[in-house]
């Protein structure tokens, strides 16, 4: 860990930004490929209809997110060096606990987020660009307006700023993000039914929570559990 901190320190910006460029686009691609693999072992699960025949502008939308991603890391990294942000170092239960906050105030914050996204006007705006694509493959986790991919990456910057994470859970979470983003578009559930019914699992987002978001935009608004759909009566 020690390493990697004084990398991120003492290493020249232009290499860091390389190296930052290279890390978003190995997560899009291993986020995609991954998604198309479950998709294909799943396949007799579909949740929705399988996807359009794939376009220039995702493909350009996509890259644009990837871009601003990179933006975003960089942004962390530049607040990180001008003591903004602070990490702590703790192993063990504090990882664990640091994990819930980040992933709870996460949800709830981008469940507002998703919810002003959906009044007439921001949709029109900035929303529907999304939600052109309804019928969703794993590569439509990174197709959005920029503005926001934008406002997501500054709501993360922002409460790194605010809350003091451990290096593992803020981690996890980042990990966490991508897995729970990438479920809600690979167009086929590998959750067992029975998910529905569990204590506990029953809160957490699958593939078809998010499938039935795109299939009727007044409902499924959260992204890592059903916890604000519930208590706000969208779900
Ligand atoms: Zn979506
Ligand atoms: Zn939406």
């Known amino acids: 860990m020690n390493t990697l901190i004084f990398f991120l320190r003492d290493?020249?910006?232009w290499i860091l930004v390389l190296c930052i460029l290279a890390e978003n686009v190995f997560i899009l691609?291993?986020?995609v490929l991954v998604g198309e693999g479950l998709a294909r072992l799943y396949a007799s699960h579909r949740v929705t209809e399988a996807a359009a025949p794939l376009t220039s502008l995702e493909i350009m939308l996509a890259s644009t997110t990837v871009l601003l991603n990179s933006l975003v890391t960089l942004g962390g990294l530049f607040l990180?060096?001008?003591d903004f942000i602070h990490f702590r170092m703790d192993s063990g239960w504090a990882v664990l606990l640091d994990f819930l906050v980040?992933?709870?105030v996460m949800d709830v914050a981008m469940y507002v987020l998703h919810r002003l996204a959906h009044v007439p006007l921001f949709f029109k705006m900035v929303h529907r660009t999304h939600h052109l694509y309804d019928n969703p493959r794993p590569l439509t986790l990174f197709v959005m307006n920029p503005v926001e991919a934008l406002s997501?990456?500054?709501l993360w910057l922002?409460?790194?700023?605010?809350?003091d994470a451990t290096w593992v859970g803020m981690s996890l979470y980042l990990v966490s993000n991508v897995a729970f983003g990438l479920i809600g578009h690979i167009g086929v559930e590998p959750f067992p039914e029975r998910w529905k019914t569990t204590p506990i699992l029953k809160y957490i987002s699958t593939s078809s929570f998010h499938a039935g978001h795109h299939?009727?935009?007044d409902h499924n608004f959260g992204f890592y559990t059903l916890i604000w759909d519930r208590v706000f009566g969208t779900l």
């Open 29 to 31: 691609v291993g986020a």
């Open 152 to 154: 997501f990456g500054l």
């Open 80 to 82: 990180w060096r001008a």
């Open 215 to 217: 299939q009727d935009g």
């Open 158 to 163: 922002t409460l790194l700023c605010i809350y």
């Open 102 to 104: 980040l992933v709870l």
């Open 11 to 13: 290493t020249p910006i």
